[in-house]
């Protein structure tokens, strides 16, 4: 079984910046591709960000790329969601997920593990 553990969430003054990170735990065996995805109240959840097993190829939601950056280092590192420019919108629960494929993915249905979220509340 996999666990992946989300941290730093909170709040935020409109401009300013948050950054993510997430940890894979338990029987892994090996690294993983991840993803970030979000949902606001209300709404549904959301692709934000996915990268691939090395940490070479990234994929980004139109609505956050110039200002997210997702990273990790290697096949085994925890990636980071280094979240800037932050507008009340980018207001949600973030989700991190990972897949057993390489490449990254923006699709839910390719994540078989899911953290537990971590909350981002961007707000004047």
């Known amino acids: 079984q996999v666990q992946l553990v989300e941290s730093g969430g909170g709040s935020v003054q409109p401009g300013g910046s948050l950054r993510l990170s997430c940890t894979a735990s338990?029987?892994?065996?090996?690294?993983?591709?991840m993803g970030w995805f979000r949902q606001a109240p209300g709404k549904e959840r959301e692709f934000v960000a996915a990268?691939?097993?090395?940490?070479?190829?990234?994929e980004y939601a139109d609505s956050v790329a110039g200002r997210f950056t997702i990273s990790k280092l290697n096949d085994w590192s925890p990636v980071v969601l280094q979240m800037n420019k932050l507008y009340p919108d980018d207001t949600a629960v973030y989700y991190c997920?990972?897949?057993?494929?390489?490449?990254?993915?923006?699709?839910?249905?390719?994540?078989?593990?899911w953290g537990q979220g971590t909350q981002v509340t961007v707000s004047s």
């Open positions: 990268i691939s097993l090395n940490g070479e190829t990234t």
């Open positions: 997920a990972a897949h057993l494929f390489d490449a990254p993915r923006e699709y839910e249905s390719a994540y078989p593990f």
């Open positions: 338990g029987r892994t065996g090996r690294g993983y591709a």
